[in-house]
C-alpha cells in the first residue's frame, strides 16, 4: 500500500513538473526552405524544425564554380544559438539577441567578422544582414525562393 501511495506521488508530480522551455524561433518555419540571392551568386538552405534543430548550409558561387561554403545550425533552447561552419570550421556559436514572429537576431562580440547575424522574412523573400555588433560593415542580402529541379 505504501509503495503504491508513493508510485502515485511521484507519477502525479512528473505528470504537473513543467516541461522544458520551447524554443520560441521553433514555432515557425518561416526560414526552412531553398533560398538564392536574386543573382543567383548565393544559395541558402534551412531544414524544417528536427526537434527544435534547424540545419543549413550556404554556397557561394562565381559563375558555375563554388568558391565558399558554410555549413550552419540553429540548436533550441530558451535563447536559440546560431553555430556557423564556415569552411567546415566550427562551431562559432551566435546567441540570439532578439527574437520577434518572422525574424531572429543573433549575435557574438567576441567572433571577428561578421559579429551580428539577422535574418527575417519580407512577404515572398528571406532577407539577412551581417554586420559588426555595432552594425557597421554591414552587408545586406536578399533571397528569393530556389526554382526547384
Known amino acids: 500500500m505504501i509503495r503504491s501511495t508513493i508510485s502515485l506521488i511521484l507519477l502525479s508530480a512528473c505528470a504537473s513538473a513543467p516541461s522544458a522551455t520551447p524554443n520560441p524561433f521553433s514555432q515557425s518555419d518561416w526560414l526552412t526552405g531553398c533560398w538564392q540571392s536574386e543573382d543567383g551568386g548565393t544559395r541558402e538552405t534551412w531544414s524544417v524544425s528536427e526537434g527544435g534543430f534547424y540545419f543549413g548550409h550556404s554556397v ?64 515572398d523573400q528571406l532577407r539577412a544582414t551581417i554586420s559588426l555588433f555595432d552594425g557597421s560593415q554591414e552587408n545586406a542580402f536578399t533571397f528569393v525562393s530556389c526554382a526547384t529541379d
Open 60 to 123: 557561394v558561387y562565381q559563375g558555375d564554380q563554388a568558391v565558399f561554403f558554410e555549413q550552419m545550425r540553429i540548436d533550441p533552447g530558451e535563447t536559440p544559438i546560431f553555430n556557423a561552419y564556415p569552411r567546415g570550421v566550427g562551431p562559432s556559436p551566435f546567441p540570439a539577441i532578439e527574437l520577434a514572429e518572422n525574424s531572429v537576431t543573433f549575435a557574438n562580440a567576441e567572433h571577428d567578422y561578421p559579429q551580428k547575424i539577422s535574418y527575417w522574412r519580407d512577404r
